[in-house]
Structures are given as structure tokens and as C-alpha cells.
């Protein structure tokens, strides 16, 4: 068994039947009463997000969690196509699935494939990506009273970020996928 003593953010708990992924926690000791757990957590069924509070070391079954490395091959309209790298076997997991992470996968693109109970439930890309920047206006030299200063540019595969006046067209940048901000220039 879990106890609340031992979450961890991206863990996953099982509640009342539903496997839930923990966003974040926060343990409190108000002056007056017991010590509780508030937590933000994910349902994994459907995706959506909720507030819960538990006891202080109220105890949960924990759920088996795997990483595996998946190539992403292609969109395939509602779904996104992934293979495995270790037999080759191809799996299709719904967009809604892949969420925010289809932004940031070109096809070919190696990511982690979260199972639960064997069961695939979330994509993880890396916390930083390079990508070719596929279109941009010119930065005009003078565009700024202070040299700073940003322009939307829109990269390969699709998202678009806030780039220096800098960047240009063919320029390859780094992105922080946390954030979706511009980090430097490849």
C-alpha cells in the first residue's frame, strides 16, 4: 500500500476503482486539527483534472507504471500512430491521449509511452526539442526602441512560439516543451 507520506509527482493511485496521476501535492499542518494532503490529480480514463484532499497517511493501492520507448510514425486523423522500438509492433493511442505532446513530435520521433496496468495512458516528449523554424517574417533592424523584442514563428511541426527578431526562416531553435517558450538557437 501507498501512503500519502510517499506521493510523488507523477505517480499513480488508484481511488475508489479509477487510477488517478498526481500533478502535484502539498501536505498541510494547519495549527488546529489533523494534517492533511491537497492534491491535483488526473483521471486517466478521460483525462480531466481534479481537486482531492486526503488524511494525513491515508493509504492507497499503488498502480503499475511503465515507460516504454515508442517511434512515432504518423497521424492518422483521430489517432496517432506509434511503434515499439524493442518488437516492432505498432499501437495506436487516440489524440485526445497523446494530448498536449502532438505539438511537439515530428514523425520519426523517439518518445516515452506511459502504461498503466498495461494499458497506454500518457505521451512524454523531452523537456526541450530543436525544430526548424518553417515560417516567420524578417526582423527589420530599428523594430525596437530597447534591441529586444519578439515575432511569432511557426516551426515543423505545426506550433507556433515567440521567437527573437533574430530568427529567421531556416534557423533551427531550442524550445522548452513545458512552457512552448523560445530557448536559444540551435
Not at 512524454?124 to 515560417?135: G, H, N
Amino acid at each position: 500500500m501507498l501512503s500519502t507520506n510517499q506521493f510523488r509527482n507523477g505517480s499513480h493511485i488508484e481511488i475508489d476503482g479509477t487510477v488517478y496521476k498526481i500533478l502535484e501535492f502539498q501536505h498541510v499542518k494547519p495549527g488546529k486539527g489533523g494534517a492533511f494532503v491537497r492534491t491535483k490529480v488526473r483521471r486517466i480514463a478521460d483525462g480531466s483534472v481534479i481537486d482531492k484532499t486526503f488524511r494525513a497517511a491515508e493509504k492507497f493501492r499503488p498502480v503499475h507504471t511503465e515507460s516504454r520507448k515508442m517511434q512515432y510514425l504518423y497521424d492518422s486523423g483521430d489517432a496517432a500512430v506509434f511503434m515499439d522500438t524493442r518488437d516492432y509492433e505498432q499501437l495506436e493511442l487516440p489524440r485526445a491521449l497523446a494530448g498536449d505532446a502532438m505539438r511537439w513530435m515530428r514523425p520519426n520521433d523517439e518518445v516515452d509511452v506511459m502504461f498503466v496496468d498495461e494499458r497506454p495512458t500518457d505521451v512524454q516528449v523531452a523537456s526541450a526539442v530543436e525544430m526548424k523554424v518553417t515560417k516567420t517574417q524578417p526582423g527589420v533592424k530599428g523594430d525596437t526602441a530597447s534591441g529586444g523584442g519578439n515575432k511569432p514563428a511557426t516551426l515543423e511541426s505545426g506550433v507556433t512560439v515567440q521567437v527573437p527578431l533574430f530568427v529567421e526562416e531556416g534557423d533551427t531553435v531550442r524550445v522548452d516543451t513545458r512552457s512552448g517558450e523560445y530557448v536559444s538557437r540551435a
